[in-house]
Every structure is written in C-alpha cells, then in structure tokens.
C-alpha cells in the first residue's frame, strides 16, 4: 500500500524565525539557505558543475581517484556507455557492487562507483541549476547531492505559491519525457527525490517508468512526509 500524505501537508503554512510572511520567500533565496545548510554540513559545493560535460569531467576524476587508475578517453566513453542505464534496478547495483570493464587492452578493471566499506573517504558534494540537454530533452534540476560525482539525490525547491504535489508531478514528468537525462545521462544513479517548500520537506524512492506515477491516490508512488 502507498503512504498516503494527508491534504494538508500540502496546504500548511507557517512564518519563519524573523516573522517574515512565507509567500515573500523566492525559490532563490530558500536554495541559498539551504546550499549554507548544507555546507554546514561538509559538503563540497561545486558552483563549476553546470552542464553534462563538467558533470562527466567531475565524475571522471572521482572514479579514476577511487580505482587507482587513469583511463583514456576512449575508455572512458566506453565506461559510460556501460554504466549507463535505462532500469532504475540495474544502475542500482551498478552503484552498490563492484563491477568490472575491459579496458582497451582486453585487462579487467574491477571497480566500485561508492566506497561502501569506509564512508568517510566518499567525497559529497552538491550542484545547483544543473541543466542536462539530450536529443529530446532540456531539463533544469535545483539542486543534486553527489557521492564521489555520481547523483544520487535531487532536491527541487518551491515557493509557497507552487504546491508540493505539482512539484512532485514536475518530477514525474521529467522522468518520462522520451531520450531525458535519466535514461541517457549519470542521472540513472538518481536513488531520492526530494521535493521541499522550506516549511515542508517530502521525499520518494527513483522507480522505474511502470511503476512512477503520481496520480490521485498515489498507487504507485509513495511519498513519505
């Protein structure tokens, strides 16, 4: 059964600290509060990473610093085109197991994309107003929270004035766009979605198309408060 949120978790609203009224908070200034937040909290803020190039260019200097290896382009490419994937399951295990690739002189690489062992040497970091362009696909992202340059959570920050459920359906929407950045893109490893106005946070699981729908009663995507 899905979680079911009630109406007015939706409809809640609130002032914050200073008094100032909820619907004079804009999307920019709840994202620069939390992206502080977040700093607080020891992650790398990469104000570089904007675009798909610069999100593979980060990416591949974690994986080559993770596995101890430099890899040509041609490899690279090739690791991509393997890891890369349109079931949210499969990218899943990619993200969770060690995998293995062949470079070009037929040896296997065995390699890992998260340091499951030791934690702390994972390197977090978070990007903001991402956009990641496909042949199909033009799509913005607020902010994504990054393990060792793999994406892993993204956050979509609205005002009072935009209700959660439309941000969530938002979500939904880029999902099943045809040729969009998480079947084409390192936005396959996307495992959360969160969706937060300041005053009200809610978060669901990354599924594959058949079953990520939002409809009225929420069958097939449960949403936790």
Same mark, same amino acid.
């Given at each position: 059964m899905a979680t079911e949120v009630p109406n007015d978790h939706f409809q809640y609203q609130s002032a914050d600290d200073s008094g100032k009224r909820p619907s004079r908070l804009r999307e920019g200034d709840i994202e620069q509060r939390f992206m502080r937040h977040l700093r607080d909290q020891n992650y790398v803020i990469r104000d570089d990473?904007?675009?798909? @190039?610069?999100?593979?260019? !980060?990416? /591949?200097?974690? =994986? %080559?610093a993770l596995n101890h290896v430099t890899l040509t382009d041609n490899e690279f490419s090739r690791l991509l085109a393997s890891i890369i994937k349109k079931d949210t399951y499969e990218a899943s295990q990619t993200l969770r197991e060690v995998n293995t690739f062949h470079r070009d002189d037929e040896t296997p690489l065995? =390699?890992?994309? +998260? #340091?499951?062992?030791?934690?702390?040497? #994972?390197?977090?970091?978070?990007?903001?107003?991402?956009? +990641? !362009?496909?042949?199909?696909?033009?799509?913005?992202?607020?902010?994504?929270? &990054?393990? !060792?340059?793999?994406?892993?959570?993204?956050?979509?920050? @609205?005002?009072?004035?935009?209700?959660? /459920?439309?941000? &969530? %359906?938002?979500?939904? %929407?880029? @999902?099943?766009?045809? $040729? #969009? $950045?998480?079947?084409?893109?390192?936005?396959? =490893? &996307?495992?959360?979605f969160v969706v937060s106005n300041y005053y009200q946070t809610f978060y669901f699981a990354n599924n594959n198309n058949n079953h990520f729908t939002f409809d009225a009663d929420e069958r097939f995507l449960p949403v936790t408060f």
């Open positions: 990473i904007r675009d798909q @190039k610069s999100l593979e260019d !980060n990416f /591949r200097r974690h =994986f %080559e065995y =390699f890992t994309l +998260v #340091n499951t062992k030791d934690w702390c040497k #994972n390197e977090f970091e978070a990007v903001r107003q991402l956009r +990641v !362009n496909t042949e199909y696909s033009h799509h913005r992202y607020d902010v994504i929270l &990054m393990i !060792n340059g793999v994406p892993c959570v993204q956050i979509e920050l @609205k005002t009072l004035s935009v209700t959660p /459920r439309r941000a &969530m %359906e938002q979500i939904v %929407e880029y @999902k099943k766009t045809p $040729g #969009n $950045g998480y079947d084409r893109t390192l936005l396959c =490893f &996307m495992q959360i």
